[in-house]
């Protein structure tokens, strides 16, 4: 295995089925992508070479603007609920409790379910007569909370944040435990016996040296609130008059709606910038010395 | 082994959930892709006439339709089945179903690849135009004016919307008027009579209210719906000179007739004419609360009427009436459009088999099916028997002729991007928002959709 290996070209034929798949299903149409975003077409052979205009034209519009707006609330949302809460969940589950691996199992189911589906599902549990939200508002006598979630423009971000959280923090909470179950436990025997209280141990062994999977975690978390797209599709389509409008969105109605093929580059090409500047900005973040005991 | 037993059943279960989504897809679902007569797939020669050792012609033929609107379906298919029994053209039609919001994407990827059906479904005005200056849209013309027969069918004006540089792109099957369904029960018991002016709409709506019925079922989830209402409203305060003047640019969007007939819907939300939750409901809730018998009154296009029936279980308690305009002077003016419109791609090899298939939607037959099954209203100037169709479509046919003066709906006269946003400041103003400032915003945004 050794000899096969370390010959170059076995190590090319091993990559290379995969690395051609990359080429022509990622590389070649992100590249396509940005010649496509200098120029105003509807791909139906009516195209016109714009150079920056489009970019131009992209940060003069409000709605691309509160799509960005929305998509860093939910970075931010999801961010403080895969973080903290998978990092909390996990942390319980790692001690060992009595059905911690129904737990996981529990947490996880909705991350497996396809967004579509969870879309539906949510659309009627948030439904203003007979959704389950309002249903226990009235129940618990909060009528005054009762809202229109999804249609209206001051909850609707936040209601779709809610499912966002809902959706992956089992799978967030997953990924963490299986970076907490690859520390050593001499160390924890070794805090304990120093007298560690859990929150020490949590603070000053599990957490630091977690970091590695932790950057992973946020990038993953980052990118794929800014990729988000088919819970809203399918709950608001980016409505109630785009409160809820994100960049994917977004970028399809343009392309596909308003055959504005050029623009809809030019959304994808910063959408790709964002994605691409916020794991430069967690690599940073996270960049300093390994914590090694 | 508990394990492997669990695992081997998890396994079966999954096997069978995939084999049962494939066989969906297979099914006429709504939101699927549904074959019909399904032909060899011969090469693409072009065959004409009968008789010839050639291979048959496939043409390929998408629209929307499939469970949700079965008798359309029906119809279209009854239409397919005799076309490929006749096989004038050694040419046989495949029919493929989409969901309406599926169908839009379908369309708009399959023209970017030249790659489009050889006839299919279209919306009029702005939605086809790129298509049409792209090349890639049949003219009919030459069709339709060397085939006087076919020509005469069609009534007066149904081209209009699918005419560009005098060239006729598109044949409708059917046109649609936005009528008021009403509950004649609920009228009754209320001792409420149909309304012919504003003001007697107005007190219709507050006595309903009153009673503690909701007096028009309003869902604002597709934002399509309120905005459709704006539309007909802004008909019925200014007139069609508003249309046309915002069509051909003679006004801006923040013409004041456009503020007024914004205030005119608020007028309708302050007096609750609405539910409660209108904002949140989805288009299928809307028609339910309606045929639950729930609201008194329901503002829909007439492609909704054999739904409408449907929920009802009957026409017993469904009356009709046309919205009444705010300035009486402007009574005529309403939307009507052209429904059902179907056009035949530029790369179809048998051009002469499809435009056939085309005249075939419009015979007679096919079109007091369609009038008689789905309760629609006819492109074409046929006469039928009254006693055929059901109580709810011969009024609306009455309906039809009191609409001198049609308005085109905005997201297919504009298009996606402003047609779309008078969607959307349409349901902002029925959530409260000023209707000054929407309409200024809106012209902000056309502008700079104009600059791009």
Known sequence: MDKILSKKKYIALFVGPAFLMYLLFGLIPILYNLYLSLFKTNLLGDSTFVGLKNYIHLFQDQFFRQAVANNLKFVLGSYAAHMLLALLLSNILFQKIKGSRLFQSVYFMPSVICGTAIGMLWTFIYHPDFGLVN??????????????????????????????????????????????????????????????????????????LMKPILKIDSVLIVTGSLKLYDLVAVTTSGGPNHASEVLSTYMFTQGFKALKFGYSSTIATMLLVLCIGATLIINLVFSGKKTDY | MKRKILALLLGVAMAVTAAGCKGSDDAAAGTGKATADAAEKGNDADATGAGEDKPETVLTFMAVGGSNEQAFTDVVTAAADLFNAGNDFNAKIELEWYENEQYKTKLATLMTQND????????????????????????????????????????????????????????????????????????????????????????????????????????????????????????????????????????????????????????????????????????????????????????????????????????????VFLLPAKNPEYGDVHIASVEKLFAVSEKCENKEAAMAFLKLLSDPKIQEKYIVDCGALSATNLQIDESKVDPVTAQIMKLQGQVKKALTPMDRQFGANVGGEFNNISLAIAGGKDAKEQFTALQKYAEQEAEQ
């Not at chain 1, 299986?178 to 560690?196: H, R, T």
């Not at chain 2, 090349?135 to 919307?161: C, H, I, Q, T």
């Not at chain 2, 309708?268 to 028609?287: C, H, I, K, Q």
């Open chain 2, 116 to 319: 489009v059906t050889d006839i299919f479904f279209t919306w009029e005005a702005g939605f086809m135009e790129d298509y049409v200056n792209s090349g890639k849209v049949y003219s009919l013309s030459e069709g339709l004016n060397a085939d006087s027969e076919w020509m005469g069918r069609f009534n007066d004006g149904v081209f209009d919307a699918v005419t560009f540089d005098s060239q006729i792109y598109a044949v409708p099957m059917g046109q649609a008027i936005v009528p008021v369904y009403y509950n004649t029960q609920m009228f009754m018991d209320n001792n409420v009579e149909v309304p012919t002016t504003w003001e007697e709409f107005m007190n219709a709506v507050k006595t309903f209210k009153d009673a503690g019925v909701v007096p028009v079922s309003m869902a604002c989830q597709d934002a399509w719906v309120p905005g459709q209402l704006l539309l007909e409203l802004s008909g019925g305060a200014a007139g069609k000179e508003l249309f046309d003047d915002i069509v051909t640019g003679k006004t801006t969007w923040d013409d004041p007739r456009y503020v007024e007939t914004g205030e005119l819907l608020q007028e309708m939300v302050t007096a609750g004419a609405f539910p409660e939750s209108f904002l949140g409901l989805a288009y299928d809730e809307g028609r339910s609360l309606f045929t639950s018998q729930k609201a008194a009154m329901y503002p829909m296009g007439t492609w909704d009427t054999s739904a409408v029936i449907e929920g009802m279980g009957g026409t017993d308690h469904i009356g």
């Open chain 1, 135 to 208: 249903g226990f508002l009235k129940a618990v006598g909060l009528e005054s909370s009762v809202r229109i979630w999804l249609a209206d423009e001051k909850t609707v971000i936040p209601a779709l944040i809610v499912v966002t959280m809902w959706q992956f923090v089992g799978y967030h909470m997953v990924i963490q435990l299986a970076g907490m179950k690859n520390i050593d436990a001499v160390l924890y025997e070794a805090a304990s016996i120093d007298g560690a209280s859990r929150w020490q141990q949590f603070t000053r062994i599990t957490f630091p």
